[in-house]
């Protein structure tokens, strides 16, 4: 059973950047990325990369936020900046083993973290 240990996550005042890690505990040849959930929200995907390179991402984290992995240590990375009071949610890591393009649907996903708490203020 693939495990996703999820880091980073934090409070920051508008404007301000963080960056999220995602650890697995082994290699995920295929898709890594994130969702967030706002309280009363349903879970969005904010961005997504698999293994080629090829990435997905949401309209509202297109300009702002960049995702990588460095798949020698099965970690994915999501660098937010310009954070919007908008962004505060919980933040969780997802892949998927299997399929060779990342949508950014939960029903692609097998594997979850726990989730790591971003918090935007004014």
């Known amino acids: 059973q693939v495990q996703l240990v999820e880091s980073g996550g934090g409070s920051v005042q508008a404007g301000g950047s963080l960056r999220l890690s995602c650890q697995a505990s082994e290699y995920i040849p295929n898709c890594m990325g994130w969702f967030r959930q706002a309280p009363g929200k349903q879970r969005e995907g904010v961005a997504f990369m698999d293994s080629d390179g090829y990435t997905n991402f949401a309209d509202s984290a297109k300009d702002r936020f960049t995702i990588s992995r460095d798949d020698a240590k099965n970690t994915v990375y999501l660098q937010m900046k310009s954070l919007k009071l908008e962004d505060t949610a919980m933040y969780y890591c997802?892949?998927?083993?299997?399929?060779?393009?990342?949508?950014?649907?939960?029903?692609?996903?097998?594997?979850w973290g726990q989730g790591t708490q971003v918090t935007v203020s004014s």
């Open positions: 997802a892949a998927d083993r299997y399929v060779r393009r990342c949508s950014r649907s939960t029903l692609q996903y097998d594997y």
